[in-house]
């Protein structure tokens, strides 16, 4: 299967350390995008890559959170010096260029901050 | 700021009835996707629309994207317990990157 991984699956931090998660999209995927979801909530857009290029970023996404796709292949999210607000589930998706064109969804990381 | 409002936000409901979950919004969208979630796994597409008006069928789901691109729905007919989840409406808009703009989700539980 050649879906979109993510891993870790569950990682537990104590607040104020840094944590990194990694995404690993469809290979032919020239789009990544990271969304966050909260208990009972649908996913909300963090930021998204054309390539290696990072072309958006939602405000909900702090100077303490910095994504990198560096050759357009894998990305990693990283969150520094987390924060108890910082608990929610990261979702990576991937897909192609165009209008429509469907997302594709890892089973994400679920970030509980003790 | 666009907003999809997604109702009902819970159901349950026993096996073999039918159901309606509906996605509005105040904005145009340039297509509408519907996604099924289960526990601790990221959410699974089910069927995209892009036209207005434009009607798809998945088996015993109806998907409809109104005439103005600003709402949809999903239509469950005789439900089974394997339909138990979390829909999921989101809707991207012209030139915002594909960027998916999430409703709040309706938890479905179809009791046998």
């Known amino acids: 299967d050649t879906g979109v991984s993510q891993d870790p699956r569950h990682k537990i931090t104590k607040r104020g350390q840094n944590v990194t998660f990694r995404c690993d999209p469809i290979?032919?995927?020239?789009?990544l995008y990271w969304y966050r979801q909260t208990l009972g909530q649908g996913p909300e857009f963090l930021t998204y890559?054309?390539?290696?290029?990072?072309?958006?970023k939602s405000r909900l996404l702090s100077d303490r959170f910095s994504a990198e796709r560096p050759k357009g292949s894998f990305s990693t999210l990283e969150i520094q010096r987390t924060e108890q607000g910082d608990s929610a589930m990261y979702l990576c998706?991937?897909?192609?260029?165009?209008?429509?064109?469907?997302?594709?969804f890892g089973d994400g990381t679920r970030l509980s901050i003790l | 700021t666009q907003l999809l409002e997604q109702s009902p936000q819970f159901l349950s409901i026993q096996e073999g009835e039918n159901l309606t979950v509906y996605c509005n919004s105040s904005?145009?969208?340039?297509?509408l996707q519907w996604y099924r979630q289960e526990p601790g796994e990221g959410p699974v597409l089910l069927v995209t629309?892009?036209?207005?008006?434009e009607v798809k069928k998945l088996k015993r789901l109806t998907f409809q994207f109104g005439d103005a691109r600003k709402d949809s729905s999903l239509h469950i007919t005789a439900a089974q317990p394997g339909d138990t989840g979390l829909y999921l409406c989101?809707?991207?808009?012209?030139?915002?990157?594909?960027?998916?703009?999430f409703g709040q989700g309706t938890e479905l539980s179809v009791k046998p």
């Open positions: 890559f054309q390539n290696e290029a990072q072309l958006e």
């Open positions: 998706a991937s897909s192609l260029t165009g209008g429509g064109a469907p997302q594709h």
């Open positions: 290979s032919e995927h020239n789009r």
């Open positions: 904005s145009v969208f340039s297509s």
């Open positions: 989101a809707g991207t808009s012209y030139n915002q990157g594909g960027k998916l703009i």
């Open positions: 629309v892009v036209t207005g008006g």
